[in-house]
């Protein structure tokens, strides 16, 4: 089992950055792909960004390439990611989630563990 805690998110203006942070606990975070999903209000929730063991492969959707990167600290346990150009579509709560099998899936259902959420609020 492991444990996903997000935080990082809060309220930002149209422009601006904000790094989210995921903490992973419980079974070695090792091995483990990371990915980053954000729901919108009445929308579905949707593939963000993703990376592999230990890091060197990224994904990113076409709505947030150029603006967002995925990193990870395997010694911390920790996956980030980092919002350059915010815009207030990027409003949505952020989810965190791992994928035992170190794929770079869009798919939710890839995943196996997923975090409570990190609000993320763009200001227009």
């Known amino acids: 089992q492991v444990q996903l805690v997000e935080s990082g998110g809060g309220l930002v203006q149209a422009g601006g950055s904000l790094r989210l942070s995921c903490a992973a606990s419980g079974r070695t975070f090792s091995s483990y792909a990371m990915g980053w999903f954000r729901q919108a209000p009445g929308k579905e929730r949707e593939f963000v960004a993703a990376s592999s063991w230990p890091g060197v492969r990224t994904y990113y959707a076409d709505s947030v390439k150029g603006r967002f990167t995925i990193s990870r600290d395997n010694a911390k346990n920790t996956v980030y990611l980092r919002m350059n150009n915010l815009k207030p579509e990027d409003t949505a709560v952020y989810y965190c989630?791992?994928?035992?099998?170190?794929?770079?899936?869009?798919?939710?259902?890839?995943?196996?563990?997923w975090g409570q959420g990190t609000q993320v609020t763009v200001s227009s």
């Open positions: 989630a791992a994928d035992r099998s170190n794929g770079l899936g869009i798919d939710r259902g890839a995943y196996d563990y």
